[in-house]
């Protein structure tokens, strides 16, 4: 199985800050990956796809990058709805496998 | 508006049985895989199975191999998740979602395994 090692698990930011969250495969991936945010009660939505894509509707201070075994989503200038959970989603190889997690937390 | 509604959740014991579907619409349903993902009460997220288009493949996380059973019929757009001798461990909220190519996901149904 592919292990998905997400960093931080969690973080404590304020408006404005650029916030970095990282995943490391334990195999490479290529960019067979995608970054969700998730707030409480509600299913996950897309930001990233193929690891560098803009969902369509994402506003563009979220990014991505990376291949191979690691991938960074970036944050330009965090804003009050920024504020949730976010993970990461390999597609490379069976299982699928999440992170497990990085919550966003107001300083 | 494209739509994934999930249904069938509810409380039951362990080794009991439990049915999920899911109603799709909005989007050519029989173009994509399919997959079931879990979410354990305070926990991350957990792909559990998924199915080629036309039903001709399917796969599954280990810890539900041999219990869980996906299935699609795609003239009713609909997604369904057998699930046979249910653990506690598989108490979760689970998502109907697209998750390669496009990216749709329901508002998820909780199953409660407890005695």
């Known amino acids: 199985d592919i292990q998905m090692t997400q960093s931080p698990s969690s973080l404590s930011a304020s408006v404005g800050d650029r916030v970095t969250i990282t995943c490391r495969a334990s195999?490479?991936?290529?960019?067979?990956l995608g970054w969700y945010q998730q707030k409480s009660g509600k299913a996950p939505k897309r930001l990233i796809y193929?690891?560098?894509s803009l969902q369509s509707g994402v506003p563009s201070r979220f990014s991505g990058s990376g291949s191979g075994t690691e991938f960074t989503l970036t944050i330009s200038s965090l804003q009050p709805e920024d504020f949730a959970t976010y993970y990461c989603?390999?597609?490379?190889?069976?299982?699928?496998?999440f992170g497990g997690g990085t919550k966003v937390e107001i300083k | 508006e494209v739509q994934l509604v999930e249904s069938g959740g509810g409380l039951v014991r362990p080794g009991e049985s439990l049915r999920l579907s899911c109603a799709a619409s909005?989007?050519?349903?029989?173009?994509?895989?399919m997959s079931w993902v879990r979410q354990a009460p305070g926990k991350g997220l957990e792909w559990v199975a998924n199915?080629?288009?036309?039903?001709?493949?399917?796969n599954y996380v280990d810890s539900v191999k041999g219990r869980f059973t996906i299935s699609r019929d795609n003239a009713k757009n609909s997604l369904y998740l057998q699930m046979n001798s249910l653990r506690a461990e598989d108490t979760a909220v689970y998502y109907c979602?697209?998750?390669?190519?496009?990216?749709?996901w329901g508002q998820g149904t909780l199953v409660t395994v407890s005695s």
């Open positions: 979602a697209t998750i390669v190519t496009l990216s749709y």
């Open positions: 909005g989007f050519t349903f029989s173009n994509y895989w």
């Open positions: 195999q490479g991936i290529r960019n067979d």
């Open positions: 193929e690891a560098s």
């Open positions: 989603l390999q597609h490379n190889g069976y299982p699928l496998t």
């Open positions: 199915i080629k288009h036309d039903g001709s493949d399917k």
